[in-house]
């Protein structure tokens, strides 16, 4: 992938998350005037959690697929509330060493590396995240013998997927190495 067509897709990622994020938001508003009004109920509180967990990984797709001019940083509090999105589904604990703040390009490479994390614990686990990677441990991991080993030696899949397209994208953005085992992996940047 050219710079040119890796800036164009950043372009394209920002567009959508930001054009998502405003009707979200409004979304999310109307529920909480609707659970002010009415009382509590399981049905209510389902759309409220569905709402919250789309906010939260658009901020992370953001974070992830949009463009990272050189120029721009990111406040760690602000790539953990990101990162935190991963738990939403009560699968995946996020457990990051984070502080301070940080080049936007590396909050990009840092949000790409959770989601190939991500894609490996299909059945849950943990994800550590320090400024110069992760470390990812569960149960039983699943590795797709497609990807795993490319980015072990830092390169993309040759045809990404949208399912896989951020392990090529994490390729693409720099250096990067992937150690795993059948229960852990880690990426380092």
């Known amino acids: ?7 164009l897709a950043a372009l394209i990622g920002s567009r959508l998350c930001h054009d998502l994020v405003s009707p979200l938001g ?38 992830a697929f949009g463009v990272a001019d050189d120029a721009q940083t990111v406040h760690a509090a602000d790539l953990v509330a990101a990162l935190c999105a991963l738990e939403g589904n009560g699968r995946l604990r996020v457990q990051p060493d984070l502080s301070g703040t940080m080049p936007r390009a590396a909050a990009r490479r840092l949000a790409l590396a ?24 569960a149960h039983r991991l699943r590795l797709d013998p497609d990807l ?5 030696q830092g390169a993309a899949p040759e045809e990404p997927s ?5 392990f ?12 795993y085992s059948e229960t852990a992996l880690t990426i380092t940047l």
């Open 26 to 63: 409004a979304i999310g508003n109307g529920v909480e005037l609707m659970q002010m009004m009415q009382p509590p109920s399981p049905e209510m509180d389902l759309v409220s959690e569905a709402v919250k967990m789309a906010q939260d990984r658009i901020r992370l797709f953001r974070l």
């Open 148 to 152: 795993w080993p490319l980015l072990a």
């Open 1 to 7: 992938m050219t710079r040119e067509a890796d800036h």
């Open 114 to 137: 959770a989601l190939c994390a991500e894609s490996a614990l299909a059945w849950g686990g943990d994800i550590a995240v320090t400024p110069t990677g992760l470390s990812a441990r």
């Open 162 to 166: 949208s399912a896989t397209v951020h």
């Open 168 to 179: 090529a994208l994490l390729a693409y953005s720099g250096p990067v190495t992937a150690q």
